[in-house]
């Protein structure tokens, strides 16, 4: 699972760099004459740095745990993180029509993204470190 957070963090880096270029191109102040849409495009562009940081750190935390059920919660938090990416890449696709109050996409991945956290630390915190 470490290398799929792995591939999926480097994949989700490469999509953060491909987003701003299309920022940069269709969506200038010239076309979003609306600063609600642009606060909108740009956030969402910075969720998927976030997400992609999130899981490229989580590709380094350790996956051995001494408790059966911790390897479970290990699996679900690791994968809610990837799921939660990719709501947040729909997000960045679909969700800047200038109202905020319908931004489900971002709103599932952000959620998601910190459940995902809070179950990778809870693992962290639970599990006896050896010095």
Known sequence: MRRLNLIFG??????????GQYMHRVFTPEHLDEFVQRVQIRSNH???LLSAL????A??????????WQKYTDTIGRALLMVAACFLAAG?????DGN?????????????TLG??????VNGWLSP???
Do not use: C
Not at 59 to 68: L, N, T
Not at 92 to 96: D, I, K, L, N, R
Not at 100 to 112: C, D, E, I
């Open 10 to 19: 480097l994949l989700l880096f490469l999509a953060f760099i491909l987003s």
């Open 46 to 48: 910075i969720y998927l």
């Open 54 to 57: 999130l899981n490229l750190l």
């Open 59 to 68: 590709s380094r935390i350790p996956s051995e745990y001494k408790r059966s």
């Open 92 to 96: 960045f696709w679909y969700e800047h």
């Open 100 to 112: 905020l109050a319908n931004r489900l996409f971002t709103r599932l991945g952000l959620f998601g």
């Open 116 to 121: 995902a956290v809070g179950l990778i630390m």
């Open 129 to 131: 470190q050896e010095d």
